[in-house]
């Protein structure tokens, strides 16, 4: 074809476009449109849920090679140049009006996948948000230097290094047949109970290894979520051994934006098929994606603190059912949310025999809070009960002792010595606390000085402490046990591991460091402050908390043992029961029953709508619900404002959101000057 048929050929097609299309390319100036589908569906980002929708724009033939599906793009929009994300192209316009060129396009990468934007659309859907919040959290910002020091095609994947299968799976009777349908393409879904181990090559870590490792040798892509850094970097090591290095990367929200948008294009480009990382990760563009898989689903890292709030366990269910992937829910207990998908059959259980458990796990003790002053003044001047102090004396001959504190800090909190009573300011009604050794109590709201202190429940003027936080529990184990090394693992400093000469460490929750063949006991201190935390979710984040302290010691066969302190004695508590038997999955059971009974998440939907009393009255007002939804409250929620309850059948939940989600883009469009917060599926009812 000669120069002068194309150019006719192209005023051709070109003459056959929509008028508004030849209106809006006279209006743009001497810029053509491009010849093959001119015109371009481009989500804007404006942050305003009423234009959380499509807008159409020209391609200018200048942009027509680069404007694909997926890239990122400049428009002009309401007078501004706003980002956006092209999401098709198309020949004729659905608009009748006047179309816009686009302004540029920013990067000719197409970060926008389509399973990518599937799931973040399913995603702003379940919890009433929008696709632009969603993509902020799913797409990392870009990094021009990233993209241009990275190379563009993929190399030629490394073999697989020849080491032997971790015999991680080989506790668990079902696990081999995971692996298999994992391997032979299929999409198995399960929840596993994972079994305590200090042998490396048992424990969790290399038992997601092996997973990944299956997927890849069937070609197939996986995407590991974990909690927080220290669980990346376990995971990270036991994919080096599995894979090899350079055949994974990690994604985390606390990379540099360099490193984080370069691992993030090297999973885009297909450099990698493998991924770890924390809940940034979720939406990462796995190419081949068959496996899908989280760890601790009761680590509130896993709730996105970010509009629309999504858990980590949602996100990667909807990966998991349109990308026909592997599902694995793993961690040493269950919570009722995924209890409530093993019920429904949307996940199987996965565990190890309850005798490999039991041989595995350290025996538990319970304890209460007394002492025995005579037999043990040592106890009584390390404020722990007399069997835990024995307990700890035995162990130091072994191995190291793990002491987890509830509450970071010195006295996190005061009650009456008399009554029991939680310690209030006589000013504000806040807590009562002892910041540091030298210091009076102050109250931990206003900050006042706790001066002559007078219980209002019985009139006594002395006070006790509700939970030792870590720094006091330090002072007073060093003078009970002279001579021990000390360290303290927590917010101010995190240890990753200590060695294996005895010693006594001192941890938060979540901030316990391993121990080099595993811990010869473990101490878990104020059992009641933890039950007593005035949540939904007080048993389950407390037994979560033990187990996972407990896994990090030695196996009754190996002398291990774990002592609960400060267990009510009064009564048996299910989290305490389910502790000394070591069965999360009896727990869990139980827990959704007294919920399902109580009509409590996750047997309903639950939407929390926030605002000033006024405000909020008059959008639930405007609400057209389903006769089924309950309306809850109000409930105080700060200063000036009242939080209401929105309560419905699980057959509903999509109407609620639905409703939750109009009404979002009718206070938008009105401009209302009051915004109102809207939460789907909050993690607990006061939050």
Known sequence: MGETDGVEQLELIRSRLPGSARRARAAGGSEATAATDPVASVHVDTGLPHLDRPFEYLVPESWAEQAQPGVRVKVRFAGQDLDGFVLERRAEPEHEGRLAPLRRVVSPEPVLTPAVLAAARAVARRYAGTLGDVLRLAIPPRHAAAEKALAAQAPEAPDLPAAPETAAWSRYPAGRHFLAHVAGGGAPAA??????????????????????????????????????????????????????????????????????????????????????????????????????????????????????????REVLAVRARQEGAALLSGGF??????????????????????????????????????????????????????????????????????????????????????????????????????????????????????????????????????????????????????????????????????????????????????????????????????????????GEEALRRWLAAAALCRGAADRGVAVLCGAPGHTTLPAVEALVRWDPAWFAERELADRRELRLPPTVRLASLTAPRRALEDALASLRLPESVETLGPLPAGEDSVRYLLRAPLDQGDSLGSSLAVLRRVRSAHKEAVSVGVRLDPPDIGG
């Open 191 to 312: 929840s596993w109970l994972a079994a305590p181990a200090t042998d490396p090559s048992l424990d969790w870590p290399a038992a997601l290894a092996d997973a990944a490792r299956t997927a890849l040798r069937a070609g197939r892509g996986s995407l590991l979520v974990v909690p927080d850094h220290r669980d990346v970097a376990r995971v990270d090591a036991a994919l080096t051994a599995a894979l090899g290095r350079g055949q994974h990367v990690r994604l985390t929200a606390d990379q540099g934006p360099q490193a984080r948008y370069t691992a993030w294009l090297k999973v885009l480009r297909g450099h990698v098929r493998v991924v770890v990382g924390t809940r940034a990760a979720a939406f990462a563009p796995v190419r081949d994606l068959g496996l899908l898989a989280w760890w601790d689903d009761g680590d509130d890292l896993h709730d996105e603190p970010r509009a629309p709030y999504p858990h980590v």
């Open 333 to 538: 207990v269950r919570t009722a949310a995924v209890q409530a998908l093993v019920e429904s059959g949307d996940l199987k259980p996965l565990a190890a025999p309850a005798p490999a458990v039991r041989a595995a796990a350290p025996r538990v003790l319970v304890a209460g809070e007394g002492v025995e002053l005579e037999r043990d003044p040592a106890a009584a001047s390390a404020h722990l009960p007399s069997v835990a102090w024995r307990t700890a004396k035995d162990a130091l001959i072994h191995g190291p002792v793990l002491v987890q504190v509830p509450r970071r800090g010195y006295l996190p909190a005061l009650s009456c010595q008399t009554c029991r009573a939680p310690a209030r300011c006589g000013h504000c009604g806040g807590p009562l606390a002892l910041p540091a050794p030298d210091a009076a109590a102050a109250c931990r709201w206003c900050g006042r000085a706790a001066a002559g202190f007078e219980c209002r429940h019985c009139g006594g003027s002395r006070l006790r402490s509700t939970a030792v936080g870590a720094r006091r529990t330090a002072e007073e184990l060093g003078r009970a046990f002279p001579g021990v090394p000390v360290h303290t693992s927590g917010s101010g400093e995190v240890l990753d591991r200590v060695g294996a000469a005895p010693s006594l460490v001192i941890a938060t929750p979540g901030a316990e460091p391993m121990a080099d063949g595993g811990y010869a006991a473990v101490l878990l201190l104020d059992a009641w402050a933890s039950l007593d935390r005035p949540v939904l979710s007080a």
